[in-house]
């Protein structure tokens, strides 16, 4: 097993998936890397890294979500609807995933999924 895991994003624009991350996410940012990144905690040992774009590294949101699993749901759907971010998916259940979840994309239209898995079998830590 590994000890920790980093999905990295790569952004056109750092200032705007700054504010995003930080501001309508809240997530923490632990580390600032020269260069050009920025990592973000998701979870006691998940992050999220993001990289400025650049040749080789372009910004691509095709085919990647970012999921991000919590209980509550609808409160997270709450928070960030009253913050100004629009869904694509408002939240549901989806019995054949055995989840509750909603998506909704980051400025550089990577897709979010924030969902709960309702499948007993699921470890929760």
């Known amino acids: 097993m590994f000890d920790q895991a ?3 994003l790569y952004t056109t ?3 705007r998936a700054r504010a995003f991350y930080e501001e309508m996410l809240g997530l923490e940012c632990v580390l600032v890397q020269e260069g050009g990144c920025r990592i973000y905690r998701t979870a006691p040992h998940a992050f999220v890294g993001l990289c400025r774009a650049r040749e080789g590294r ?3 949101p095709r085919g990647v979500i970012l999921c991000l699993v919590a209980d509550d749901v609808d409160g997270w759907a709450e928070r960030l609807r009253a913050r100004g971010v629009t869904f694509e998916k408002e939240p549901q259940a989806n019995p054949d995933f055995q989840i509750y979840h ?11 999924e924030i969902q709960r898995f309702d499948d007993p079998a699921w470890p929760k830590s």
Do not use: H
């Not at 909603?102 to 979010?112: E, H």
């Open 6 to 8: 980093v999905t990295f």
């Open 13 to 15: 624009d750092m200032d």
């Open 58 to 60: 372009e910004s691509d």
């Open 102 to 112: 909603c998506f909704l994309r980051d400025p550089d239209g990577y897709l979010i």
